[in-house]
């Protein structure tokens, strides 16, 4: 069974910047796909970044060149770094996992507020 933990959580005001962190356990993490998604009120969840074992990454358009995603399987985690935040980027955010070309698991997600 594999486990995420996002941390990170805050409200931060237009411009600024924050870092999400995941955990993950219960999985050869070098091997995962590991993404971020996030969902709005009232909106579908939609991806942020992914990033591929070999680490390549990708974004959508709304947040390239301003969220960058990273890994360290050292430590089992992936992080988002995110700037210039814009309020619209306002959403609860998932750390997602990739695992075995198979199975999908989530985290319990982590809110992240952008005050105008």
């Known amino acids: 069974q594999v486990q995420l933990v996002e941390s990170g959580r805050g409200l931060v005001q237009a411009g600024g910047s924050l870092r999400l962190s995941c955990a993950a356990s219960g999985s050869i993490f070098s091997l995962n796909t590991m993404a971020w998604y996030r969902q709005a009120p009232g909106k579908q969840r939609e991806l942020v970044a992914r990033i591929t074992s070999g680490g390549n990454t990708n974004y959508p358009d709304s947040v390239k060149g301003r969220f960058t995603i990273s890994r360290d399987n050292t430590k089992n985690t992936v992080y988002l770094q995110m700037n210039s935040l814009e309020p619209e980027d306002t959403a609860v955010y998932y750390c997602?996992?990739?695992?075995?070309?198979?199975?999908?698991?989530w985290g319990r997600g982590t809110q992240v507020t952008v005050s105008a």
């Open positions: 997602h996992a990739f695992v075995d070309g198979l199975y999908n698991y």
